[in-house]
């Protein structure tokens, strides 16, 4: 079993930027991906971004140029850098872990951009 913590979240002006942590009990260096996802109220849960151990990425559309994540092996930590956001940006966001044949889930962290 993974425990994945979330943290960072809150109230931010259009515009401002936050940074989420997603913190992992098992070490990340050798798994298979990590990312975020999040889920608007009213909408299904979606892709933001994924970065596999390789270090490759995969972000959505709607995040490219403003989003970017990173990982930090030593603290078994995931950061989502939240940069320029949209009202649009409001979400639950979740930590996601894939190591081997199974998934993990955090409990999800809010994000309110305000207009």
């Known amino acids: 079993q993974v425990q994945l913590v979330e943290s960072g979240g809150g109230l931010v002006q259009a515009g401002g930027s936050l940074r989420l942590s997603c913190a992992a009990s098992r070490s990340i260096f050798r798994i298979n991906s990590m990312g975020w996802y999040r889920q608007a109220p009213g909408k299904q849960r979606e892709l933001v971004v994924t970065m596999t151990s390789g270090g490759s990425t995969n972000y959505a559309d709607s995040v490219k140029g403003r989003f970017t994540i990173s990982r930090d092996n030593a603290k078994n930590t995931v950061y989502l850098q939240m940069n320029s956001l949209k009202p649009d940006d409001t979400a639950v966001y979740y930590c996601?872990?894939?190591?081997?044949?199974?998934?993990?889930w955090g409990q999800g962290t809010q994000v309110t951009v305000s207009s």
């Open positions: 996601n872990a894939n190591y081997g044949s199974l998934y993990y």
